[in-house]
């Protein structure tokens, strides 16, 4: 029996380019918009991303996703 094969893609979520929180209803949206295709959330990181806008950083999370190859 051949193992299961998974594709992964990651979201980058965060309300504004600069600065600011994330929403509840943002991550609510993007996890909404993949289930409908197939894609299941594995895991979600908080992160802050430099080198965006200038040399400083912006909060946000990075939100994992799988789904079945085939």
Same mark, same amino acid.
């Given at each position: 029996m051949a193992a299961a094969r998974y594709e992964y893609k990651v979201?980058?979520?965060?309300?504004?380019l600069i &600065?600011?929180?994330?929403? !509840?209803g943002k991550p609510?949206?993007?996890r909404g918009d993949d289930a409908r295709n197939g894609?299941?959330?594995t895991a979600i990181t908080a992160v802050e991303?430099? &080198?965006r806008i200038?040399? !400083?950083?912006v909060d946000g999370?990075?939100?994992?996703?799988e789904r079945p190859v085939g």
């Open positions: 979201e980058e979520i965060r309300e504004r &600065g600011g929180t994330t929403s !509840g609510e949206k993007v894609w299941q959330l991303v430099t &080198g200038g040399p !400083g950083g999370v990075l939100a994992t996703f």
